[in-house]
């Protein structure tokens, strides 16, 4: 499943619609909420309104404006009603009730449980039109019926900062309604002995709202001899063209562009948002380890994780549904605490959107490490820029999220020779936060990048969910 632009329910509630004050001003500060809706409209937010017309036609003169269309104000029990039927018909991803002067809560109780979704209330931080008490009376009449989740922002929306709030709650909104709609095809069983990578199938459904198709890593095997010349070639100039490669066509290459092929029937057939491939030892002893044909699945914007590590595969969908930007599974070979340096290597895909630079080496062949069967792996650095790590992991009876900023940079120092391999594809993080709390939560050998600041998105998805951040 592709990421896509959040759909919202736009409202804007208050008991005193049309009310002149004793200065002989229009009251609600109807102007802001306007303002509001174009905000979001043009961060990429699809609105649903009330008898499909906007709060203010035409140029938006002041925050308290004479000129609205009191029509959609939703201002009776009557309106509420409909205004429900219409948002949940429409299978909003959220409702952003803005709130622009006082109201009366109790309209109001009925219409968020039928609408069944999370609530952004909002109101500015103004004095005019006494627009903050009704936010006031809002939350605490939705904590006294326990209704859950909503979030609360009090600051006007040429604020920056409230309207990125504003944006990152309604972004992981959609994020969760479309893991609602996920399904994540896991070729393989239990990955390497990784007892924090594996999923509960009944987890997944409660918490996250994704289920799983349940393969077989072999399965892939029954396809891979019907693919033609014609069909490898041209899946092999698109790897020359997007690394640099000059790795033959034969052997190893040959085998796992015939994965590639035989991941994208299945993917089709079976409908998958994402996946993970289990190669130890079923295809790194018995065919080759698919580790090109998973970097090209990464770089078209499909998720499939290396060891069909489900954890791993999850966390990363997720930061595909929040970003574009290429993401990375590798292992956290080092935290240097002095220089607060994440050294990371993984063997070894590379989504071919992250790597440094095209070269000629930039597939080479892989060692028998973890398979009989000859292999090939991305031999390439990762690119500079801003990154944000993250991992889900279950701890006893409930989920976490490690959550980390920092910035990926072309390391001076090769260190692959001096783990090992030192062909091994590669980045270097500095990270923004304290390192002894990331070393304290690491709880597998990977961890997960994506080249993109997506830290904020990740919270508001935690509170969603149910899920604790943790944030180092």
Same mark, same amino acid.
């Given at each position: ?17 049309? #009310? ?29 309104? #009330? ?235 018995? #065919? ?39 993401? #990375? ?144």
């Amino acid at each position: 499943m592709k990421r896509r632009n959040p759909r919202i329910g736009f409202m804007v509630a208050t008991s005193h619609n049309e #009310y002149v004050d004793d200065t002989g001003t229009p009251f609600p500060v109807m102007g802001m909420a306007e303002n509001a809706l174009r905000k979001l409209e043009g961060l990429g937010c699809e609105a649903i309104l #009330y008898k499909g017309k906007r709060i203010v036609d035409g140029e938006v003169k002041g925050i308290q404006v004479p000129n609205y269309n009191s029509d959609v104000v939703i201002d009776t029990r009557k309106k509420a009603m409909e205004v429900a039927e219409l948002f949940h018909r429409e299978d909003v991803d959220c409702v952003v009730m803005f709130i622009p002067t006082f109201l009366w809560a109790n309209l109001y109780m009925q219409m968020v449980k039928i609408i069944d979704r999370p609530l952004l209330l909002w109101a500015g931080d103004r004095i005019e039109g006494c627009e903050a008490i009704g936010l006031w009376a809002m939350r605490g009449a939705l904590d006294t019926i326990g209704f859950r989740p909503f979030k609360c922002l009090y600051g006007v929306p040429e604020n920056k900062k409230i309207l990125q709030e504003a944006f990152n709650f309604i972004e992981a909104c959609r994020v969760k309604q479309q893991l609602r709609r996920s399904l994540f095809g896991q070729f393989g069983s239990m990955p390497m002995g990784m007892l924090a990578g594996v999923m509960d199938d009944a987890d997944w459904i409660n918490i996250f709202g994704v289920t799983a198709e349940h393969l077989e890593s072999q399965s892939l095997l029954r396809l891979v001899d019907k693919y033609d010349g014609k069909q490898l070639e041209e899946v092999y100039q698109r790897i020359v063209e997007r690394t640099g490669s000059s790795y033959p066509l034969k052997g190893p290459m040959e085998k796992n562009i015939r994965i590639y092929l035989a991941m994208r029937e299945m993917i089709e057939d079976h409908g998958l948002d994402f996946a993970g491939l289990k190669c130890t030892f079923e295809l790194s002893d018995h #065919y080759t380890a698919p580790c090109i044909s998973q970097s090209l699945l990464l770089s078209e914007g499909f998720v499939s994780a290396c060891t069909t590590e489900p954890m791993g595969a999850l966390t990363m969908y997720i930061m595909k549904l929040f970003s574009d930007a290429p993401v #990375y599974q590798g292992d956290a070979e080092q935290v240097q605490r002095d220089t607060r340096t994440v050294r990371m290597a993984s063997c070894g895909a590379m989504d071919f959107n992250a790597i440094s630079e095209k070269a000629s080496n930039s597939i080479v062949d892989a060692p028998h490490l973890e398979g009989e069967a000859n292999s090939i792996w991305m031999n390439t650095q990762g690119k500079p820029g801003r990154v944000t790590f993250a991992r889900l992991t279950k701890v006893r009876d409930h989920y976490v999220m490690q959550i980390a900023r920092g910035e990926a940079f072309l390391s001076p120092e090769d260190y692959r020779p001096a783990l090992g391999f030192p062909t091994v594809n590669w980045t270097t993080i500095r990270l923004e936060g304290d390192p002894e709390r990331f070393i304290e939560n690491l709880r597998s050998q990977y961890i997960h990048l994506s080249w993109d600041d997506i830290a904020d998105r990740l919270i508001e998805l935690c509170g969603l969910l149910g899920v604790e951040p943790i944030v180092c």
